[in-house]
T-cell receptor
Framework: KNQVEQSPQSLIILEGKNCTLQCNYTVSPFSNLRWYKQDTGRGPVSLTIMTFSENTKSNGRYTATLDADTKQSSLHITASQLSDSASYIC????????????FGGGTRVLVKP | EAQVTQNPRYLITVTGKKLTVTCSQNMNHEYMSWYRQDPGLGLRQIYYSMNVEVTDKGDVPEGYKVSRKEKRNFPLILESPSPNQTSLYFCASNLVGGANTGELFFGEGSRLTVL
């Protein structure tokens, strides 16, 4: 069964600290993996895309990694800011006709001053 | 500005009163889809459309209808809303194929309450 599991479900960190979010998937065949950031009450926005051949990619203070062998991805937030408070959603695209997207349940991050 | 526009953003209605949530995108995307988001359940796909006149069920289609008569519009129809359809709804669009395959552009959401 194609599934995407994210951990932790939620976390609280102090402003300026780093944190890492995990995404494990069983989706096959794999096409790509995206991390989205969703601010409260807003639509998700894509942060980064990881394809099969990519191990790491950065977008400002966000760094995503992918291990296609173990089917794991992580999103690392460096020097967190209050504006990083949001839900982060991992979405895996299955290589098939059209878009076969499988969503993780998300990790809710709260950055405290 | 590239965007996905949903209306209404907020709606309170009563059980059984038909309603339509509109969705429009200006990016000429072939693929459009609807999701509902409930606490603890994440985003779940309701319906999707690969192109004009091509629609298919997602994971939770019961109680919903869609149509795709034009490329830019993809309305979500609740023929007879029930309280369990109280939720936050998102419309999204994206290109099919190429390096950006799968990047969803979401609308701002429509919060629906069915009494």
């Amino acid at each position: 069964k194609n599934q995407v599991e994210q951990s932790p479900q939620s976390l609280i960190i102090l402003e300026g600290k780093n944190c890492t979010l995990q995404c494990n998937y069983t989706v096959s065949p794999f096409s790509n993996l995206r991390w989205y950031k969703q601010d409260t009450g807003r639509g998700p926005v894509s942060l980064t895309i990881m394809t099969f051949s990519e191990n790491t990619k950065s977008n400002g203070r966000y760094t995503a990694t992918l291990d296609a062998d173990t089917k794991q991805s992580s999103l690392h937030i460096t020097a967190s800011q209050l504006s990083d408070s949001a839900s982060y959603i991992c979405v895996v695209n299955r290589r098939a006709a059209g878009n076969k997207l499988t969503f993780g349940g998300g990790t809710r991050v709260l950055v405290k001053p | 500005e590239a965007q996905v526009t949903q209306n209404p953003r907020y709606l309170i209605t009563v059980t059984g009163k038909k309603l339509t949530v509109t969705c429009s995108q200006n990016m000429n995307h072939e693929y459009m889809s609807w999701y509902r988001q409930d606490p603890g359940l994440g985003l779940r796909q309701i319906y999707y459309s690969m192109n004009v006149e091509v629609t298919d069920k997602g994971d939770v289609p019961e109680g919903y209808k869609v149509s795709r008569k034009e490329k830019r519009n993809f309305p979500l129809i609740l023929e007879s809303p029930s309280p369990n359809q109280t939720s936050l709804y998102f419309c999204a669009s994206n290109l099919v194929g190429g390096a950006n395959t799968g990047e969803l552009f979401f609308g701002e959401g429509s919060r629906l309450t069915v009494l």
